[in-house]
């Protein structure tokens, strides 16, 4: 998002987590900029009956917790790495004297927000009302489209886990391979060494 070498000027350092460690709690204060330099981080939180809900999957040049350091608020979701990562952290008056010096860098923060909340409107949109057939390939299309910024001739590999898809779209990972495999028979996707194929 923001490119490493404005980074390095901005003096962000690099922090390293282990595979499973918290970056941030839920509920605690946001106070820094975080991007992954390598690795992928999830955001999650949980229902009072335990369920885990990934809010987002971020990867090598993502960033992510940015909503509650602009609003002031504490973080609604936790973070943590889903494997060994690199992520650069730039304190929050750091982060708005670059936006304030680079605007094409605040746009390109601005449009990337603006898409993280079509994809969580869409997605609240799906979890309400649809069935799970629909709502994992209105995901993999959001991701095929927006994420990857595939055409739709193209194939997208879909680089989530069952568990992954299952708990960005709000269902059972059992839910998850008996719609996947419908939507194999339908022909809407292929099942390739256990990767989809959309």
Do not use: W
Request: include cysteine; glycine fraction near 4%; hydrophobic fraction near 35%.
């Amino acid at each position: 998002m923001i490119p490493e070498k404005t980074l390095i000027a901005y003096n962000a350092r690099i922090e390293l987590y282990e595979k499973g460690e918290l970056i941030f709690d839920k509920d605690d204060k946001a106070q820094y900029y975080y991007q992954v330099e390598q690795g992928q981080v999830k955001m999650n939180n949980y229902s009072e009956s335990g369920k885990e809900f990934i809010q987002g999957i971020f990867n090598n040049g993502d960033s992510f917790g940015e909503p509650p350091l602009f609003a002031d608020v504490k973080y609604p979701a936790a973070a943590e790495a889903l494997e060994n990562s690199r992520i650069y952290k730039l304190p929050k008056s750091t982060l708005i004297r670059l936006l304030k010096e680079q605007p094409e860098v605040h746009f390109r923060i601005t449009e990337r927000l603006s898409k993280r909340l079509y994809f969580k409107s869409l997605m609240a949109s799906e979890i309400s009302s649809e069935e799970p057939e629909h709502r994992i390939v209105s995901l993999l299309h959001y991701l095929k489209r927006h994420v990857h910024q595939l055409e739709d001739d193209e194939i997208f590999v879909v680089d989530l886990k069952r568990q992954q898809i299952a708990d960005l779209t709000g269902l059972r990972v059992e839910t998850v391979i008996r719609a996947c495999k419908s939507l194999e028979k339908k022909d809407k996707i292929s099942i390739v060494k256990r990767k989809v194929h959309f």
